[in-house]
């Protein structure tokens, strides 16, 4: 939290404002103003006095190199004190979200166009009927494809980040 520290290291990640030498209290009011501002806040601390900041801030972040009480006010602990780490936490959560959304459309998509086929609803106008053998094959393939889905974020790297 030294000045010095603080704006070498901001200068590093392309951050424009520093809050640095403050109060505990200080950097809980400004995230807290940030917020009111409609601004998402996303506070990266690893120390006793990060704490209520972290807690005050939409995604808090913590250092595991740092303080019990940061961690347990924060939503996601880094294992190492390593800023890039924020920005794979960041990109990991965006991929993690596209993958749910997507395996929502998959899930949705097979019961909307399935249900009413398994229900008899092509029936009376073109005379088909789903057996129900193939309507348990095509309800698994569902829940493979959205577990297929979900795998490839196994495969996801962070990216080098410089």
Do not use: C, H
């Not at 960041?90 to 949705?108: G, P, Q, Y």
């Not at 193939?134 to 393939?141: E, K, T, V």
């Not at 889905?149 to 962070?158: A, D, I, T």
């Amino acid at each position: 939290d030294q000045r010095s520290t603080a704006e070498a290291v901001a200068r590093r990640a392309g951050v424009d404002t520093v809050l640095a030498e403050v109060l505990p209290e200080a950097k809980a009011a400004a995230v807290r103003d940030l917020r009111r501002a409609g601004r998402r806040v996303v506070m990266v601390g690893d120390g006793l006095n990060d704490a209520p900041a972290l807690a005050q801030a939409d995604v808090g972040i913590a250092m595991g190199s740092g303080a019990d009480v940061a961690m347990e006010a924060a939503d996601v602990t880094l294992m190492r004190s390593d800023l890039r780490g924020v920005l794979a936490a960041l990109e990991l959560s965006r991929r993690t979200i596209r993958v749910v959304k997507e395996n929502l459309v998959w899930a949705f998509g097979y019961n909307l166009l399935l249900i009413p086929v398994a229900a008899g609803a092509l029936y009376p106008v073109a005379g088909v009927l789903l057996s129900p053998v193939l309507a348990g094959a095509a309800m698994a393939f569902s829940s493979v494809s959205v577990v297929t889905n979900s795998l490839r974020l196994k495969r996801w790297r962070p990216s080098d980040g410089d």
